[in-house]
C-alpha cells in the first residue's frame, strides 16, 4: 500500500510539472504535497450589476484555485489565484441561469460567481471545490 501511495504521489508531481509548462509568467505550480484536481471553462461575471461576462478557464489544485486566460501563444496566464483555505461556494439558483456558483474567499472583498457550462458542470465543480476546501480547513 504504501508503494501504491509513493507511485501516485509521483504521478500527481508529475502532472502538475506538465501542467506548469502550460503556463506562462512566474506562476509556479509544483508545491510540495500539490495535486491537480480538475479544470475546464466557465464564465466570470463582473460589475455592479453582474451584467459583464467573461470566459475564463480554471484550474483546480488540492490547495488552490487559479483563474486564467488564454494568450494568443496559447498558454494560460494566471489572472488571479485564489488560496482555498478559509473558502466557501455555494450554488446558485436563478430563473434566468441555474448553473453558476460563487465563490468566496475570506482575503479577497467580494465574492466570485462563476457560471459552468451547465448544471452537471456546475455539481462537480461545486463537490471538488467543497472536498479540497474541507481537506484544506
Same mark, same amino acid.
Given at each position: 500500500?504504501?508503494?501504491?501511495?509513493?507511485?501516485?504521489?509521483?504521478?500527481?508531481?508529475?502532472?502538475?510539472?506538465?501542467?506548469?509548462?502550460?503556463?506562462?509568467?512566474?506562476?509556479?505550480?509544483?508545491?510540495?504535497?500539490?495535486? /491537480?484536481? @480538475?479544470?475546464? =471553462?466557465?464564465?466570470?461575471?463582473?460589475? #455592479?450589476?453582474?451584467? *459583464?461576462?467573461?470566459?475564463?478557464?480554471?484550474?483546480?489544485?488540492?490547495?488552490?484555485?487559479?483563474?486564467?486566460?488564454?494568450?494568443?501563444?496559447?498558454?494560460?496566464?494566471?489572472?488571479?489565484?485564489?488560496?482555498?483555505?478559509?473558502?466557501?461556494?455555494?450554488?446558485?439558483?436563478?430563473?434566468?441561469?441555474?448553473?453558476? /456558483?460563487? @465563490?468566496?474567499? =475570506?482575503?479577497?472583498?467580494?465574492?466570485? #460567481?462563476?457560471?459552468? *457550462?451547465?448544471?452537471?458542470?456546475?455539481?462537480?465543480?461545486?463537490?471538488?471545490?467543497?472536498?479540497?476546501?474541507?481537506?484544506?480547513?
Amino acid at each position: 500500500q504504501h508503494l501504491n501511495d509513493r507511485i501516485n504521489e509521483l504521478e500527481q508531481q508529475a502532472t502538475v510539472v506538465k501542467l506548469q509548462k502550460l503556463f506562462t509568467g512566474k506562476e509556479t505550480l509544483v508545491a510540495p504535497g500539490r495535486k /491537480f484536481l @480538475l479544470s475546464g =471553462p466557465v464564465d466570470l461575471f463582473s460589475g #455592479r450589476k453582474l451584467n *459583464r461576462k467573461k470566459t475564463r478557464i480554471l484550474f483546480l489544485f488540492s490547495d488552490i484555485l487559479l483563474m486564467t486566460r488564454i494568450t494568443r501563444s496559447i498558454k494560460f496566464k494566471t489572472k488571479q489565484k485564489f488560496p482555498l483555505k478559509d473558502g466557501q461556494v455555494s450554488s446558485m439558483y436563478s430563473q434566468k441561469k441555474d448553473d453558476s /456558483f460563487c @465563490l468566496f474567499i =475570506p482575503s479577497f472583498s467580494k465574492p466570485f #460567481r462563476f457560471c459552468a *457550462r451547465n448544471r452537471k458542470e456546475r455539481d462537480v465543480w461545486v463537490r471538488n471545490l467543497r472536498k479540497a476546501i474541507a481537506v484544506e480547513a
